[in-house]
């Protein structure tokens, strides 16, 4: 499998390339985020490793044009940035997992493999979610309750998914960590509950029946109580 790397600090890359090549896994590098873009569009690549403050193009920008030219593709954000803000805004722009400087080597592989089994997955036969008068179009990536239109990010998205695939079920906040956010360990914050009182805000707020519930002690459910 083929990785793109987009790091400025060309001894931090040179290191993670030569660790990938060690693994098995053909690699390229990136200094700036022109560059990276004009390698994307050239080539096909499994997975980017984006670091996130970079010339050219912001890491966040760049992230965003990666995934619209290959949404499919995981984006590895990678950065000394490592404020629950600053993992928000990159999740918000695409990545799908996001690890911080300095870190071992040894994790940015766990990572890395975690994130290319998605390329080996069937694609999903169902093509939309039903729960009540919510509905999510998984081919348009649109949510509707009722007769509302939901606006939601990429993430959000991602987690109202999840929970409808689960309806019913308890969900802990490490099971969401580890289903949404392709990782299991801790991130130090508290940012799956961040993301699920995003969500309550725009798929509950206003409507008489609730669906997202908090089980005290144990996470979360999904459904109509």
């Given at each position: 499998?083929?990785?793109?790397i987009?790091?400025d600090?060309?001894?931090?890359?040179?290191f993670?390339?030569k660790?990938?090549?060690?693994?098995?896994?053909?690699?390229?590098?990136?200094?700036d985020?022109?560059?990276?873009?004009?390698?994307?569009?050239?080539?096909?690549?499994?997975?980017?490793?984006?670091?996130?403050i970079?010339?050219?193009?912001?890491?966040?920008?760049?992230?965003?044009?990666l995934?619209?030219?290959?949404?499919?593709?995981?984006?590895?954000?990678?950065?000394?940035?490592?404020?629950?803000?600053?993992?928000?805004?990159?999740?918000?722009?695409?990545?799908?997992?996001?690890?911080?400087?300095?870190?071992?080597?040894?994790e940015?592989?766990?990572r890395?493999?975690?994130l290319?089994k998605?390329?080996n997955?069937?694609?999903?036969?169902?093509?939309?979610?039903?729960a009540?008068?919510l509905?999510?179009?998984?081919?348009?990536?649109?949510?509707?309750?009722?007769?509302t239109?939901?606006?939601?990010?990429?993430?959000?998205?991602?987690l109202?998914e999840?929970?409808?695939?689960?309806?019913?079920?308890?969900?802990?906040?490490n099971?969401?960590?580890?289903?949404?956010?392709?990782?299991?360990?801790?991130?130090?914050?508290?940012?799956?509950?961040?993301?699920?009182?995003?969500?309550r805000?725009?798929?509950?707020?206003?409507?008489?029946?609730?669906?997202?519930?908090?089980?005290?002690?144990f996470?979360?459910i999904?459904?109509?109580f």
């Amino acid at each position: 499998m083929k990785i793109l790397i987009v790091e400025d600090e060309p001894k931090v890359a040179s290191f993670i390339k030569k660790g990938l090549e060690e693994n098995h896994f053909e690699a390229d590098t990136a200094y700036d985020g022109l560059s990276a873009e004009k390698l994307a569009r050239q080539y096909k690549y499994d997975l980017y490793i984006l670091d996130l403050i970079i010339p050219g193009i912001s890491g966040l920008d760049l992230c965003r044009k990666l995934k619209v030219l290959n949404p499919n593709t995981p984006v590895l954000m990678l950065t000394a940035l490592g404020t629950t803000d600053d993992k928000l805004a990159g999740f918000d722009a695409g990545a799908d997992d996001y690890l911080v400087k300095p870190f071992e080597f040894r994790e940015l592989l766990a990572r890395v493999k975690v994130l290319l089994k998605k390329i080996n997955q069937p694609l999903e036969t169902v093509n939309r979610l039903v729960a009540g008068d919510l509905e999510l179009d998984l081919d348009k990536k649109t949510a509707r309750r009722g007769s509302t239109l939901i606006d939601l990010t990429a993430r959000e998205f991602s987690l109202l998914e999840y929970f409808m695939r689960n309806s019913g079920r308890v969900l802990s906040r490490n099971d969401i960590a580890e289903k949404v956010w392709d990782v299991n360990f801790d991130f130090g914050t508290n940012i799956v509950d961040v993301y699920v009182n995003f969500l309550r805000k725009k798929i509950d707020k206003g409507f008489d029946k609730k669906l997202i519930h908090t089980k005290i002690g144990f996470g979360y459910i999904f459904g109509e109580f």
